[in-house]
């Protein structure tokens, strides 16, 4: 906003590459127990994208929060990304977003009023986009800026996905293109390619919105979305279940422009490092890998999009949907092989 500093010179980090690891995680929640809920379906003993509370024989709450420094500078479109990415984890369940509640910390004496009145503007703006209501929120002063939203949504519990029921024999579909951590960081640096801030910040402010509604008129086996863990982070959760791992396809993975020369050049975020510490032992080749492809896989993405699963008909004329729909998709891989192992193919 014109007359305030950039947002991202009072971050560290930024996006979702400010979560803690996914190992940090398992030892903090290791040992946390509660007394069982039969109504519960999913919680945070799992690895699922939000929780699943049954309410009654055909309908379930789902809830989710999300929150984060800016990512971009603009304050309205770091409000709508932010919403859009908090929203995703109810889409990733199939599910429909009705309330939100903001969560807000805010330098005052550095920024004023100003950029934070234009962050909620550009938030609300997605949230209704959602039909998802506003219902409040909570703020707390705080030197690094950051929004999110506690989002609540509604499903049939009969028809909500999940992230671990991969079954063998289905092909696997991406809803946006990768490489926001090395794009940020190549922004940082002033080196990024000509189109590269304009794809990413198009990516990110989008919502999956239209892609789940695509995927609900199809077979979905498992559902997953890809945000701060990266690609390969979030498909070795999926990979978690009884039945089989997965393979994914390095060549097939759709890029946004200038990632490759960015983590070429070691721009490479330090949510990465903590990605590949704590999901790096679930790839049954990493060994294999050039380290190129590695900081690839493992970039944490903001607001980034869906990977479902459908037997393999089903995906490739659920592909044809997506696009015939506007929405962006790619077939990058197929489940099969060991249970909790993640393959890539070079």
Request: proline fraction near 12%.
């Given at each position: 906003m014109t007359g305030h500093p950039a947002l991202t010179q009072f971050t560290r980090f930024s996006g979702c590459g400010a979560k803690l690891g996914p190992g940090v995680l398992e030892e903090a929640l290791c040992g946390l127990e509660q007394p069982a809920y039969p109504e519960l379906l999913a919680g945070f003993s799992g690895c699922e994208d939000a929780g699943l509370f049954r309410l009654g024989p055909d309908l379930a709450l789902v809830q989710t929060v999300d929150f984060f420094p800016p990512i971009v500078d603009d304050p309205a479109l770091f409000g709508r990304i932010a919403a859009a990415n908090a929203l995703?984890?109810?889409y990733a369940m199939g599910a429909r977003p009705i309330t939100a509640l903001a969560l807000v910390c805010h330098p005052l004496k550095q920024l004023g009023v100003g950029p934070l009145k234009a962050m909620?503007?550009?938030g609300l703006e997605a949230l209704v986009e959602a039909g998802c209501a506003l219902l409040g929120g909570h703020s707390v002063e705080d030197p690094e800026p950051k929004l999110g939203y506690a989002v609540t949504g509604l499903v049939d519990p009969a028809r909500a996905w999940r992230n671990n029921t991969l079954r063998p024999g289905c092909g696997l579909i991406l809803t946006k293109p990768l490489g926001t951590g090395l794009v940020n960081m190549a922004l940082r640096a002033d080196c990024a390619v000509p189109g590269s801030r304009e794809a990413a910040e198009a990516a990110m402010a989008t919502l999956n919105r239209r892609a789940a509604e695509v995927l609900a008129g199809f077979p979905v086996a498992a559902c997953t979305d890809v945000t701060g863990f990266?690609?390969?982070?979030?498909?070795a959760e999926m990979a978690q279940g009884d039945a089989c791992g997965l393979s994914l396809?390095?060549?097939d993975l759709p890029l946004l422009p200038g990632v490759l020369d960015y983590a070429a050049m070691g721009l490479?975020?330090?949510g990465t490092y903590r990605?590949?510490?704590g999901r790096q032992k679930f790839l049954r080749n990493a060994g294999e890998l050039p380290a190129l492809a590695l900081d690839l896989l493992f970039d944490p993405q903001t607001s980034g999009g869906l990977l479902a699963?459908?037997?393999l008909g089903a995906a490739r004329e659920a592909l044809a949907a997506l696009r015939e729909a506007g929405v962006e998709a790619w077939l990058v891989g197929t489940s099969g092989g060991p249970a909790g192992q993640v393959e890539v193919l070079l």
């Open positions: 995703s984890d109810i909620l503007a550009g990266g690609l390969a982070g979030h498909a396809r390095y060549p490479v975020p330090e990605n590949k510490a699963a459908l037997p």
